[in-house]
C-alpha cells in the first residue's frame, strides 16, 4: 500500500492544480499518491488532464455535479488508499517527502493516528509594504502533545484569536489509515453543511484519535483565501453560524458535529466571546465591523439567556501596525513576506524551504 495520499479537491474549473501536481512529481523516489476530486459538472485542464493520464500514481475522480465543498472533501478522502491520507487545495503547497516523514512517525510513535505541523499562511494578494513578516519555527522537536489540552483548546477555545488553536485534521495534516475508516463510517451529514470542513474533521480527529503528534518544521504552505459568509443550512436551534463570519461558522461546524455524537456544545464561555470580537475586530472597514459585531451581538442575546452579551465588548481598528520585524525573535525566525520577490505561496515556500532542516535528516534514527 502507498504510504501517503495526497488529496486535492478541484472545486471550479479556476482552480488549476497543475502547478501542484508538477512539482509533486518531481520527487520520484517519495512513497505518495495524488488524489484528484472534482465535480462531474467541473473540467480540469487539459494539461493536467495529460498529465494524470502518463502517470500512475495520480486518481482523478468524480463527484456528483453541484456536489458541496464538505461532501467534495468526504469523496476525495474515501478515494484514497494510502496508509496516511492528507488534503490540500489547489493553491497551496505541500512537501512531497511528507510520505518520509509519516513512515518515520509510524517507526517511533506506534499509536499515532494523527500528524500535524506548522503551515504557512501565504496571501497570494499580498501587497508589499502591508504584510507582516512570516514566523518559521527555530527549533524542530516532534512533541507528542496532550489529548485533553487540545480538546479544551478546540471545544472550549482556550488562547484561541478568531479560530481554535488547532492544527489536526486532514486539511495540512495527516491522518492515520486506521482513523481514515473510523471516520468514514460516522454517519456522513445529511442535514446541515459547513463552508469549513477543515474544521468537522478537526473536530473527529481530535475526538476519536488515539495520540497527536506534531513537528515544528513546515511542511506546507496555505494560499490564503478570505472567508466569505453563507447561509446556514440546518434546522436547528443554534444562534451562531457560517453566515455571520469564521468564528459563527467553527462553533457551528462543532455544534453538528457533536449534535450527531448525541453531545452537548458546551463552547460558549468567555473565550469563546473573545473569538467572536477578535473576528469582528479583523474587519478592514467600520461598515462591515459594525455589521458583523451586531449579527454576533444578537446570536449572544438569543443563546443560553443572554448571559454572555456582557462580555461582548469589541473594539474597531482603524490603524493596524505592521510587524516588519525580521530576524530570530523567541522561538521564531520572522523574514520577508516578499523575500527574494517571492509572491505566490510556492515561490515563498521555494525560497523558505532552504533554510528548513530537510525531512529525510530531520527522521534519521
Known sequence: ??????????????????????????????DFDIVIAKPADVAL???????????????TTDAPAG????????????????????????????????????????????KADALAWTVLQIDPLAEPG??????????????DLDKTAMLKAFFYWEASLNVPKMPFGVHHAAIHRSLIDTLLQLPEPQDWSTPTPQYEWAAKVLLFANELIFSPRPMSAISVTPFEAQAPRHPWNFPFHSGQGLAGAVAETQF????ELGSPWEGGGEAFV????????????????????????????????????????????????????QG????????????????TPQEFYDIAKSIFTPIPALCAE
Open 1 to 30: 500500500m502507498t504510504k501517503l495520499s495526497i488529496c486535492i479537491p478541484v472545486e471550479t474549473a479556476a482552480q488549476d492544480a497543475l502547478p501542484l501536481v508538477t512539482t509533486l512529481l518531481e520527487n520520484q523516489s517519495a
Open 45 to 59: 485542464s487539459g494539461a493536467l488532464i495529460d498529465l494524470a493520464a502518463g502517470a500512475e500514481n495520480i486518481t
Open 67 to 110: 456536489i458541496a465543498r464538505q461532501l467534495l472533501w468526504r469523496h476525495a478522502v474515501s478515494t484514497a488508499k494510502g496508509d496516511w491520507v492528507t488534503l490540500v487545495n489547489p493553491g497551496d503547497v505541500i512537501e512531497s517527502e511528507l510520505a518520509t516523514m509519516v513512515a518515520f512517525i509510524e517507526r517511533t510513535s506506534p
Open 130 to 143: 502591508n504584510c507582516n513578516s512570516v514566523a518559521i519555527p527555530s527549533a524542530y522537536q516532534i512533541q
Open 256 to 259: 453538528h458535529v457533536l449534535r
Open 274 to 325: 473573545r473569538a467572536l470580537m477578535i473576528d469582528c475586530m479583523m474587519e478592514t472597514t467600520r461598515e462591515a465591523y459594525v455589521s458583523k459585531g451586531n449579527v454576533y451581538f444578537a446570536a449572544l442575546q438569543e443563546f443560553e439567556g443572554g448571559s454572555l452579551k456582557p462580555f461582548f465588548r469589541p473594539e474597531f481598528q482603524q490603524h493596524r501596525p505592521k510587524d516588519t520585524r
Open 328 to 343: 530570530l525573535h523567541d522561538n521564531a525566525l520572522l523574514i520577508d513576506r516578499f523575500i527574494g520577490g517571492a509572491r
